[in-house]
């Protein structure tokens, strides 16, 4: 079967760190392009985050620049995101998608959403 499951939200305090995982199953994440969603209660789902499938260039929304990293893993065949100095407003529920295509301003997703992984920030 082919699917991303994510994993690594939790509960934290303001301040602290969470590294999100994106585990590839039933495919290589080959050439694609991966990215990071978040879905806030009451929210639109938006790109948090997106890694080029090319050549590893990265892009992150205004709000989590210089806090959250997402790097890739071949050999594991995983997407991370790393969210260091977490504010409650990052509360929501994390998800990852492939894009049709290497770059990061493709907007075409393939497959469907998972489950995601919940981050709860407390103040």
């Known amino acids: 079967e082919v699917q991303l499951v994510e994993s690594g939200g939790g509960l934290v305090q303001a301040g602290g760190s969470l590294r999100l995982s994106c585990a590839a199953s039933g495919f290589t994440f080959d050439d694609d392009a991966i990215g990071w969603f978040r879905q806030a209660p009451g929210k639109e789902r938006d790109r948090v985050s997106c890694i080029s499938g090319s050549d590893g260039s990265t892009v992150y929304t205004d709000s989590v620049k210089g806090r959250f990293t997402i790097s890739s893993d071949s050999a594991k065949n995983t997407v991370y995101l790393q969210m260091n100095s977490l504010k409650p407003e990052d509360t929501a529920v994390y998800y990852c998608?492939?894009?049709?295509?290497?770059?990061?301003?493709?907007?075409?997703?393939?497959?469907?959403w998972g489950q995601g992984t919940q981050v709860t920030v407390s103040s």
């Open positions: 998608r492939r894009y049709f295509g290497s770059s990061c301003r493709a907007s075409l997703l393939r497959g469907s």
